[in-house]
């Protein structure tokens, strides 16, 4: 291919786009209040076994980093009871997938949280092949997102997401403890 053939070529695929700029911060503020709603769902549920002195939780900060976003500080939530010890990490949110994950550790395993789309229910694969020579930006644009906390359900042959509720929430947790 000659110098010319190139030329030709960029011609007649026009100018270049620019993508579109993405604000990092915006995402970083975005995905530091999806964590801060993930806490208060599970702190109301929480609440009447603290005011029982049945439980009790506390948080620490941990710092995250992520290419694109950089440094960053999150909480962990601690939860103690019954003798148990559960941890509730933030993962990160610049995932395959998934919006972000937060993770809840116990002494038998962990229970992944995800935010999904709300009609999600498991994984999606699509793949899509353009046979007219259209670029991207001119084929379907897939609707937008409406993100929501969801609960990763794993069985043998398949992982599916359940939405995030009071009675999901606490069969993770017993999933992951010494009961």
Excluded: C
Aim: hydrophobic share 35%; glycine share 8%; no cysteine.
């Amino acid at each position: 291919m000659s110098k010319k053939d190139f030329e030709d070529m960029l011609n007649r695929h026009g100018e270049v786009k620019k993508q579109d700029e993405i604000d990092w911060n915006a995402q970083k503020d975005q995905w530091i209040s999806f964590i801060k709603q993930f806490y208060s769902s599970v702190e109301g549920w929480l609440a009447p076994y603290v005011e029982q002195q049945k439980l009790a939780f506390d948080y620490k900060k941990i710092t995250l980093s992520e290419d694109h976003i950089g440094t960053y500080n999150v909480d962990t939530m601690n939860i103690n009871f019954a003798g148990q010890q559960i941890k509730i990490e933030p993962v990160g949110t610049l995932l395959i997938g998934t919006k972000g994950r937060i993770d809840m550790e116990g002494a038998r395993g962990r229970v992944q949280f995800i935010l999904a789309d709300k009609d999600s229910k498991g994984i999606k694969v699509s793949v899509s092949i353009s046979l007219d020579g259209k670029p991207k930006e001119e084929q379907q644009k897939p609707k937008e997102p409406n993100w929501t906390w969801k609960i990763v359900l794993r069985n043998s042959r398949k992982i599916s997401y359940e939405d995030f509720t009071e009675e999901n929430f606490f069969n993770g947790l017993m999933e992951i403890i010494n009961g």
